[in-house]
């Protein structure tokens, strides 16, 4: 087949060269003028591909790079072309496949892949595959190499994404996950992950402390989570010894405000809380070895303070994540019933979007059919409340305790405080409402005001600026900084 030379693209991840011979694409030019032929050159019609901003489709290079651009230089329009595959594939998941396949046809002919070329694609493809499919034997065979060849350029990635692995392994069964599970995504049997758990030992973690290295030089050595790292440091010390440690005064009243969020635990995440937060609810109202249910979990500070206090936890959110397996993919729409949760919970940590509040930010990260309740009108996020309060309390042991945390949604951006409607907000009074319509009896309001943690980052709304700050005044409208955690038990 013949294909317009405008529409081929060149990868620069898939095409196995550090950078087009110019000696051979003169060559070819040369060659053409005197009427040569040349055999067709290898493409792939592909999707799912990312180019600049956007995915599209496109059709890309897998052998011929040199004869295209010499086409492209003699101005001819078409080239002979033939199909790897005739279907397009899915681009992210063919990555791999594809870059092997290119590799190939450069190892028999043209302008030979050299062993720099052929070290690095053995190191991408050894970087995107950690659960290692692309076995070192194929990557030899592929690549016209001895396996000890492709050992020694890929063994420290290899050392690395096992420390990573088992590390993660680690991490999930520490938060209660059962073996079965662990190695369902793992992709290893239940006996290996059994293995793993009991031969893994990081017991040097106390001699690299003594040795002057600090909590993240630590983390890295061992390819894990700084939240992991910590929890192992602190394994075995009680909840008090590990606040010392973290260094965190505990508060010893309900009223809880932490400067800013601790930057070692949870990800950066829009709405994220401070694991101070979650740590005093642990300390007052769960022990050692319960579990933690987090429904919402966006950037997983939960996870990470129950990892540091030895809780069991089982987390969801609408949005998963490959850095944050231990999160688990759920859309809430507790309508339908469903209660995905594997084990009745000692706590239930509810941290959801307050109301509209960084809706932007949700958004993005949800899918159409999959909304974030932060887009919902009032009436379906109320209702959203009443239903979820009442499923949580059909699936919960009696002794379960809800902890509960929101912020009064008020419209106050423009309207003056005397102006404001109070059909319009949504208070800590109407959760409160509902929860005990919904069989939950609240024990507790302790008050979390936010302070400088909304004031970080570079994104800062106007109205906490010097001149926002002025205009409020002038127009005399009340700015909110409470935040609330009602605890609630069943009634
Ligand atoms: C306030 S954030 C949680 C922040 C988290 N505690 C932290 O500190 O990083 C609320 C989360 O709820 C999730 N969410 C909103 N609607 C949801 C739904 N219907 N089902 C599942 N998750 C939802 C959002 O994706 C967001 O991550």
Redesign the pocket.
């Known amino acids: 087949m013949e294909v317009n030379i405008s529409d081929l693209t060149w990868d620069q991840f898939i095409y196995p060269r550090g950078g087009k011979s110019e000696k051979t694409i003169n060559a070819y030019v040369e060659a053409l003028a005197i009427g040569a032929q040349f055999p067709p050159i290898k493409i792939q019609r592909v999707f799912n591909y990312v180019d600049g901003n956007e995915t599209t489709e496109a059709t890309i290079i897998l052998d011929g790079i040199h004869r295209w651009s010499a086409f492209k230089e003699k101005g001819i329009k078409e080239i002979a072309a033939v199909e790897w595959k005739d279907k397009p594939l899915d681009y992210e998941k063919n990555k791999v496949a594809l870059l092997l396949e290119s590799a190939q046809c450069n190892t028999s002919h043209g302008d030979r892949l050299s062993s720099n070329d052929k070290k690095r694609i053995a190191r991408d493809i050894a970087s995107t595959d950690p659960e290692c499919k692309c076995t070192e034997d194929t990557l030899a065979e592929k690549l016209g190499v001895s396996q000890q060849t492709v050992n020694a350029w890929i063994t420290d990635i290899r050392a690395r994404q096992k420390t990573n692995r088992n590390s993660i392994i680690i991490k999930l069964s520490r938060l209660g996950w059962s073996q079965e599970k662990i190695a369902k995504i793992a992709g290893l049997s239940q006996n290996r992950i059994s293995e793993i758990i009991g031969n893994t030992s990081f017991s040097n973690i106390d001699n690299l402390l003594s040795q002057g290295h600090d909590m993240e030089y630590i983390a890295r050595h061992y390819h894990m989570d700084l939240a992991l790292a910590w929890a192992l440091r602190l394994e075995g010390k009680t909840d008090q010894e590990k606040f010392k440690e973290l260094g965190w005064g505990l508060r010893t009243w309900d009223q809880w405000n932490f400067n800013e969020c601790d930057e070692r635990f949870?990800?950066d995440?829009?709405?994220?809380?401070p694991a101070q937060l979650i740590a005093h609810t642990l300390f007052y109202f769960t022990k050692p070895g319960d579990l933690v249910l987090?429904?919402?979990?966006?950037?997983?500070?939960?996870t990470d303070a129950c990892l540091l206090f030895e809780r069991k936890c089982q987390a969801?959110?609408?949005?998963s994540r490959d850095k944050r397996p231990e999160i688990e993919y759920?859309?809430?729409?507790p309508q339908k019933g469903t209660w995905p949760v594997t084990k009745k919970p000692d706590l239930i940590f509810f941290?959801?979007?307050?109301y509209t509040k960084?809706e932007k930010g949700?958004e993005k990260?949800?899918n159409k059919s999959?909304?974030?309740?932060?887009s919902y009108t009032k009436e379906d996020y109320e209702r959203f409340f009443k239903d979820f309060f009442l499923l949580a309390h059909k699936n919960a042991k009696p002794t379960t305790i809800l902890a509960f945390l929101n912020a009064d949604w008020r419209n106050f951006k423009s309207t003056p405080a005397s102006k404001e409607k109070p059909d319009k907000s949504i208070t800590i009074f109407d959760y409160h409402r509902l929860l005990s319509k919904t069989g939950w009896k609240t024990t507790h309001r302790i008050e979390c005001p936010l302070s400088s943690e909304r004031l970080s980052g570079n994104h800062l709304p106007v109205r906490y600026t010097q001149t926002g700050v002025q205009r409020m005044q002038d127009k005399r409208i009340l700015g909110t900084v409470g935040r609330t955690l009602l605890i609630a038990k069943r009634s």
């Open positions: 949870g990800d995440w829009p709405g994220r809380i987090d429904p919402m979990a966006g950037g997983g500070v939960v969801f959110d609408l949005v759920h859309h809430w729409d941290d959801p979007p307050y960084k949700y990260k949800a999959t909304p974030s309740i932060s």
